[in-house]
């Protein structure tokens, strides 16, 4: 493919820096860790690794409240740190984007300190801010993701500033041009460093109403994406604090700054009612960005999805207006991990489910994102209350336990206590005792294992066009437990068909055991 559009299909890799690999013995992952593991994504077969955020931070929401942009947190390392790993992975081949948060900032930032100081300051409209009601409570009915009210009251001001996550992470206007500015200002720095592009954290968050209208209730009884239980935040349709109209303005801005860079990449993420069909709106045509992905394929807790949900999601983008591309993940830092998530148990896994998942994920249209431990087939991590650290987990503890239990340390080897993380006596999370079979020095040794069976499909995959580029028509089946569909590049087709049960099933003549595969061309 054309050097410029190596993310199209290319084969990414999220790391969690925190949890990949310690070298600062101090039981929290850092830059030097990834560079010392470069040799391992790059034997794996990967084409490009996604970093979660390691700018400067109070870490109140672990390094997605940024208080300085263009400075790494000494937790991590420092600027030459990340140059060496970034000069490493470019040898080996490896681009690397790095996830940037443009919707809100961390109250620990200059800006927003300014911003609080009076109502008059060069950085008063800087950040969304709004009088109470003459009772004293908040301007409307926006609501947090983190819970209660998405206002806080400053004292100071005598006013309420918005938060769509935690009040330490107050939202940026970006009704204000001097913020966009700003903004691609952060980008510009950490492009003219080397970078290869971004992944946009809840982009669709950045633009409000400014009239700051009320949500509608939503009456259908819908629930949060992966919430299994009723959430104050799902009782609303989000059609005034997110996905504005307006918000295509920064996301045509953020697409022109990228193509002064030949090379690079977006990579948006988007929460939303409607997130697959707000995905390709964002991905629509050149002006707008390369990629976007929803969390439409990190649901349903407990069991496998239907052959039909994946048909659905991928068929509702195709059919939206533009020639967009999308881009997929089974598992992420922010949902229960796939291996366990579509088991069926709380905190198990088969590795039969992690191949087949493995193999579907990379198989799909659009381009793939392995988050980091899936290509081991981790579980998910049972966390104690006590060592529980996500805030999230806090408060809603114990009906849901966070996102703590998907980002527990990578296991390098099978020694217990820290395996291989770290050489510290304790990790920032526990390392689970179910892990520690699933090492990857364990795994290495198994021509069998989840990792094996991995590179080897990833190996197969750079050799077939049609599973990188190609087009895809799905195939009625009768069975929602067989996904069945065709990947079309020129004159190239190849035939995918998978066994999305723990039972066999009998599709076309053939039988297809349980998480069953059926590649062929």
Known sequence: MPNNEWWRGGVFYQIYPRSFADTGKNGIGNLPGITAKLEYLANLGVDALWISPFFKSPM????????????????????????????????LDLKIIVDIVLSHTSEEHPWFKESCSSRDNAKADWYVWADPKPDGTPPNNWLSIFGGSAWQFNVFRGQYYLHNFLKEQPDLNYNNPAVIQ???????????????????????????????????????????????????YAMQWHTYDKSRPENMTLVHKLRALLDEYPNTTAL???????SVKLAAEYTASPQELHMAYSFALMVNKGKMPPASLFRKTLETQMAEPGDSWPAWAFSNH???????????????????????????????????????????????????????????GKYLY??????????????????????????????????????????????????????NYTRAFIAQRRKNPAL?????????????????????????????????????????????????????D
């Open 268 to 274: 948006a993420e988007i929460g939303d009612d409607n």
């Open 60 to 91: 109140k929401d672990y390094g997605y409240d940024v208080s300085d942009y263009t400075d790494i947190d000494p937790l991590f390392g420092t600027r030459d740190d990340f140059r060496t790993l970034l000069d490493k992975a470019h040898k």
């Open 334 to 392: 922010d949902v229960v991990r796939a291996a366990t998530r579509w088991s069926g148990t709380d905190y198990g896994h088969d590795p039969r489910l992690s191949k087949m998942l493995m193999a579907l994920l990379l198989s799909l249209r659009g381009t793939p994102f392995i988050y980091q431990g899936d290509e081991l087939g981790l579980p998910e991590a049972d966390i104690p209350f006590e060592d529980i650290l996500d805030p999230w």
């Open 468 to 520: 990188i580029r190609g087009d895809i028509a799905f195939k009625d089946t009768g069975n929602e437990s067989i996904l069945s569909f065709t990947r079309t590049w020129q004159t190239q087709t190849t035939s995918c068909v998978f066994n999305l049960s723990d039972q066999a099933q009998t599709y076309q003549g053939e039988t297809l055991p349980p998480y069953g595969v059926l590649i062929r």
């Open 182 to 232: 700003a903004m691609l200002d952060q980008c510009r720095y950490w492009l003219n460093f080397g970078v290869d592009g971004f992944r946009l954290d809840v982009l669709n968050f950045c633009t409000h109403d400014a009239q700051l209208r009320d949500n509608p209730p939503r009456d259908d009884g819908g629930l949060a994406s992966q919430l299994e239980f009723p959430d104050a």
């Open 398 to 451: 114990p009906k849901w336990k966070g996102r703590d239990g998907c980002r527990t340390p990578m296991p390098w080897t099978d020694k217990p206590g820290q395996a291989g993380f770290t050489k510290a006596a304790k990790s920032w999370l526990p390392v689970p005792a179910t892990h520690l079979p699933l090492s990857v020095k364990t795994q290495e040794k198994d021509p069998k294992s989840v990792l």
